[in-house]
T-cell receptor
Framework: DAGVIQSPRHEVTEMGQEVTLRCKPI?????LFWYRQTMMRGLELLIY????????DSGMPEDRFSAKMPNASFSTLKIQPSEPRDSAVYFC?????????????FGSGTRLTVV | AQKITQTQPGMFVQEKEAVTLDCTYD???????LFWYKQPSSGEMIFLIY??????QNATEGRYSLNFQKARKSANLVISASQLGDSAMYFC????????????FGSGTQLTVLP
C-alpha cells in the first residue's frame, strides 16, 4: 500500500486566496483525520470522518475552514479566504480501528504558507 | 476530556546510552491506547510503539520500550542504545475506544543524541 497520500507537499499562497488540501487514505481505512501542527499550538485535531461522515468538527477554527469526504478514497480541507495565521503543516491520517493497535497512519503533510 | 502531558521540552543523550522520555495522561475511558510517534526534521510522523490499557505487559519494539504504569497514568518511552538518527521530536498520544476516537497529542520532547 502506498500509505496516506497528501497533496500538495508545499503550498504558498497570498492572503485572501482559497486553498485546497487533498488526502487519499489507505484503502480499507474507514476513519480519516485532519490535524494541524504549529509551533504555538502543537498538533491539534481539526475534524475527523467515519465512513465518509464528519463525526467531530469541533476543532475547525472558524467558518473559513471546511472539509469534505465525498467518497472513501478522497478528502479535502479547504480554507477560504486564507490568512497568514493559517500557516502551518496540515496532516491527514487514516485508521481502520482507532483506539486499538491498528495505529494511525499519517501522510507526509502539507506545509502551507500564507503571505 | 483527554489530556497528554510531556514535561520535557528538550532532552540530550550520549550516543549508545539509554534515555527515557516522560508522558502522563488523563482519560475517563476504561479502554484506551497510548502511542509514541517520532517526527524527524523532515517532518513526517513515524509510529513507534503502542500500549493498550488492558495489556498486561509493557510493549517493546526493537530498541523502543514503553514503561506503562497504569495507576500513575504514565507511559514513558525508553530508547536503548541511542543512535544519532534518533535525534527528533517525540510525541506521546492517547486514543480511546469510546467516544474520542482521535489521537490527542502531547507537546512533544525534542531529543538530541550527542556523538
Amino acid at each position: 500500500d502506498a500509505g496516506v497520500i497528501q497533496s500538495p507537499r508545499h503550498e504558498v499562497t497570498e492572503m485572501g486566496q482559497e486553498v485546497t488540501l487533498r488526502c487519499k487514505p489507505i484503502s480499507g481505512h474507514d476513519y480519516l483525520f485532519w490535524y494541524r501542527q504549529t509551533m504555538m499550538r502543537g498538533l491539534e485535531l481539526l475534524i475527523y470522518f467515519n465512513n465518509n461522515v464528519p463525526i467531530d468538527d469541533s476543532g475547525m477554527p472558524e467558518d473559513r475552514f471546511s472539509a469534505k469526504m465525498p467518497n472513501a478514497s478522497f478528502s479535502t480541507l479547504k480554507i477560504q479566504p486564507s490568512e497568514p495565521r493559517d500557516s502551518a503543516v496540515y496532516f491527514c491520517a487514516s485508521s481502520s480501528r482507532p483506539g486499538g493497535n491498528y495505529g494511525y497512519t499519517f501522510g507526509s503533510g502539507t506545509r502551507l504558507t500564507v503571505v | 476530556a483527554q489530556k497528554i502531558t510531556q514535561t520535557q521540552p528538550g532532552m540530550f543523550v550520549q550516543e549508545k546510552e539509554a534515555v527515557t522520555l516522560d508522558c502522563t495522561y488523563d482519560t475517563s475511558d476504561p479502554s484506551y491506547g497510548l502511542f509514541w510517534y517520532k517526527q524527524p526534521s523532515s517532518g513526517e510522523m513515524i509510529f513507534l510503539i503502542y500500549q493498550g490499557s488492558y495489556d498486561q505487559q509493557n510493549a517493546t519494539e526493537g530498541r523502543y520500550s514503553l514503561n506503562f504504569q497504569k495507576a500513575r497514568k504514565s507511559a514513558n518511552l525508553v530508547i536503548s542504545a541511542s543512535q544519532l538518527g534518533d535525534s527528533a521530536m517525540y510525541f506521546c498520544a492517547l486514543s480511546s475506544s469510546g467516544s474520542a476516537r482521535q489521537l490527542t497529542f502531547g507537546s512533544g520532547t525534542q531529543l538530541t543524541v550527542l556523538p
